[in-house]
């Protein structure tokens, strides 16, 4: 990428750009000159309508898509705040007749709600933890040591992401029940990390690839070690990538239900089969489980908030190779 | 600079989260567990909807044999797998396990025998349907903890509303009441089929209400006391063509009708009528639009009278709990305080005499009718094959859908059972 791309240089270089074509023709007379001045402001009106008129329909599709995504989320939440005959109305109300609070002092007065709420948590960040103390250095010696031992490695890696938990799901407990893990967070945080691990490698190593060899070897000149440069440049320069890892290992683990539901008892149930423990044989407890499920989702947005920057810095990492 | 201090601090405030989480980690918030030990504490594994009709047992339990309780409450859809899970991997993470009556024939080497909790007292307490289930290759292996059956619910106001007892009996020549036999059943559903209103539902995404509708013409359901598949026989077609006759004065969709979107109808006001499990009467709720305008009533007949298909849950020991002792004393605590699970929002039991003393109570009118339907001549319990489930979800529903989207009964029926035939084999 040389500086003269016009890319770095902004919409005004952009626009200068454009009407070159009309500035190559050769100027003959005044009258001419000015027939030309009025076609390039034309053309750059016209540019600049057809950029406005392409500008709205970016958004109307964002809109569109925003909806989309966002609708069963409100819908979720706008039935949290409906009274027990709202929530199964036939056909379904969108907005309650009747606001009330009542179903998140059912679900959060209900007993263990709390405790397994404890138990997300710790399980959640165990497994982040793990998974990026794991796929870090794995995706680090991936990307910089290219060899064909560590290319069929990451592709294992992605095999075992085809793998249907419920085929792992009871091996994986009956392990750690004979290990004396049964019903611990910890089991569960292992079983997470296997879900978790290999989308963690994978993206590491898009951005390891991100980042250019020379600056390691600049840091090698000054006198790092290799774990130095890695340490001390490497890491810094993707820890935005680091950081949406870890959100994506941190909500795999949070949300996660399967394992969960076999691998936890007593002590380590999380707040996913909790929620789901509102639909019985006997019939379905909308508002709570809606509620529930609304205050459950406040931790993983106010994370995605907290890292929003990081995050896109992350997503943009590795997008544009020099 | 500036990168390096922000990654210090993540790394910091990972690490302490880290250390907390490790710390607190031994035990989980859920609190300690003595599972599989010979403590006085017993972990009874339960469906989320039962929990709250044994937490009364579980108080007294705790009153008169010292016994602590902890409940593991899991969804339905799930607990399944993790009976299988557990029982097959010989390590169990509970004393007790509240099964559906539709796994214990899956379950039954896994469970050991209760038979010293059955005696003929209890025996004569308990309805004789659920005793018959409860006995696997001669052993009692489950003790009853709750049951259900389905019985009729239907519109009060609308039954005794002075327009449509006149309107009723002029159209049909008798008087408007509680449905007892099929043809009266499908006369009310038509006659209350108007202004967009619904007579009744027919739920396709269920088997057992047509199954009670095949007790009552006179047939075992499905499989005969030899494991000979009878699905094919004339009685399972009159009651797929009764069920299936219904779909005029129901709402559209009845394919993909299931318990909650029934309930949902009836308790909306949607259908003057519906064939239900008896614990929905005290589950509607009071700012429901039928809320006080309910009736109930047993189960309708048909040529070998009436019949239901019972929804009992029975309390069982795995055989691999080393807490067996302590786990028999809480199941007999759970017999002993049966009625306690009446007072629950469940408000289920399994003996007898609980029932009885109860449905004389206002707010248990469902009572009387769910004894006359679980006493009735032809109730049965589902048969006794670990294929139950697999011929359920493969087989029974996908033909009840397709019979009440249209298709012809007797090639479902036929194709039905070369399909469970091939399942046993």
């Known amino acids: 990428m040389s500086l003269a791309d016009p890319r770095l240089q902004g919409p005004a270089a952009t626009e200068t750009t454009m009407p070159t074509s009309t500035v190559t023709s050769p100027p003959s007379t005044t009258a001419s000159n000015g027939n030309g001045a009025r076609r390039r402001r034309y053309h750059a009106e016209g540019l600049e309508a057809g950029k406005r008129s392409t500008r709205t329909l970016l958004w109307i599709l964002l809109a569109a898509a925003m909806i989309f995504y966002g609708f069963p989320f409100l819908y979720l939440l706008f039935t949290s705040f409906k009274t027990p005959i709202d929530t199964i109305a036939v056909p379904p109300t969108i907005l309650p007749r009747e606001w009330t609070l009542e179903n998140y002092t059912n679900a959060l007065g209900r007993s263990g709600v709390l405790a397994s709420f404890i138990n997300s948590a710790q399980t959640a960040i165990i497994s982040t933890v793990l998974s990026l103390v794991l796929a870090v250095p794995a995706a680090y010696g991936i990307t910089r040591y290219k060899t064909p031992s560590g290319r069929v490695f990451i592709m294992a890696a992605l095999v075992t992401r085809m793998v249907p938990p419920v085929a792992i799901g009871i091996p994986l407990a009956s392990m750690m029940s004979s290990v004396g893990l049964a019903d611990t967070p910890i089991a569960l945080s292992i079983a997470h990390t296997t879900i978790s691990l290999p989308l963690s490698i994978w993206l590491m190593s898009s951005f390891f690839e991100a980042v250019p060899q020379d600056l390691e070897e600049a840091a090698t000149v000054d006198g790092c070690s290799r774990l130095g440069a890695l340490w001390r440049v490497v890491i810094p320069v993707v820890s935005g990538g680091i950081a949406v890892t870890a959100i994506f290992a941190f909500l795999a683990s949070w949300n996660e239900f399967l394992f969960a539901l076999l691998m936890t008892a007593v002590r380590s149930q999380t707040t996913p089969v909790v929620i789901a423990n509102f639909q019985t044989q006997f019939g379905l407890d909308w508002g709570s489980m809606t509620a529930l499920a609304a205050v459950y989702s406040i931790p993983v947005i106010l994370l995605t908030l907290l890292l929003q920057r990081k995050i896109v810095a992350g997503m943009t990492l590795g997008a544009v190779k020099g | ?425």
């Open chain 2, 1 to 425: 600079m500036s990168t390096r201090k922000t990654i210090n601090r993540f790394a910091t405030i990972g690490g302490l989260c880290t250390a907390v989480a490790l710390a607190a980690t031994g035990c989980g918030a859920g609190g300690p567990t003595n599972s599989g030990s010979a403590a006085s504490t017993v972990n009874v594994l339960v469906e989320a909807g039962g929990h709250a009709e044994l937490t009364g047992v579980a108080e007294q339990c705790k009153k008169d044999a010292g016994i602590d309780v902890n409940f593991v409450e899991l969804p339905y859809d799930g607990m399944f797998n993790r009976l299988s899970s557990e029982f097959s991997s010989g390590n169990v993470s509970f004393d007790v396990a509240a099964l559906d009556s539709v796994w214990l024939p899956s379950f039954k080497d896994a469970v050991q025998p209760i038979d010293e909790l059955f005696t003929d007292e209890a025996k004569k307490d308990i309805f004789p349907a659920l005793v018959k289930e409860a006995n696997v290759d001669g052993h009692f292996i489950g003790m009853p903890a709750w049951t259900n059956a389905e019985i009729i619910l239907f519109r009060t106001d609308l039954f005794e509303d002075a327009a449509n007892k006149n309107g009723f009996k002029a159209k049909y020549g008798y008087d408007l009441a509680a449905p007892t036999t099929w043809q009266q059943y499908k006369d009310i559903s038509e006659f209350f089929t108007k202004d967009g209103m619904y007579g009744t539902d027919v739920k396709g995404g269920v088997e057992t209400e047509w199954l009670a509708h095949v007790l009552q013409a006179g047939s075992p359901m499905v499989l005969d006391e030899n494991n000979n598949v009878v699905i094919d026989n004339a009685a399972h077609k009159e009651a797929l063509d009764f069920y299936t006759s219904l779909t005029s004065y129901a709402p559209p969709g009845a394919a993909q009708v299931d318990w909650a979107a029934a309930q949902n109808l009836f308790n909306q006001g949607k259908t003057a009528m519906t064939r239900f499990w008896a614990h929905a009467y005290r589950q509607i709720p009071k700012d429901a639009p039928v809320a006080g305008k309910v009736g109930a009533a047993p189960m309708i007949g048909g040529s070998a009278g009436v019949a239901g298909v019972p929804g009992p849950w029975y309390l069982t020991v795995p055989k691999a709990t080393k807490n067996a002792d302590n786990a028999k004393k809480f199941v007999k605590c759970a017999y002993d305080y049966n009625s306690l699970g009446i007072e629950s929002s469940l408000g289920l039991a399994s003996r007898i005499s609980a029932f009885e003393k109860y449905q004389d109570k206002s707010g248990y009118e469902s009572f009387g009718p769910l004894i006359t339907t679980l006493n009735g001549k032809a109730t049965d319990t589902r048969p006794a094959t670990e294929k139950w489930q697999q011929i359920v979800d493969t087989v029974l529903v996908p033909l009840l859908q397709k019979a009440v989207a249209g298709g012809d009964s007797t090639a479902l029926l036929a194709d039905a059972k070369k399909q469970i035939q091939d399942l046993l084999k």
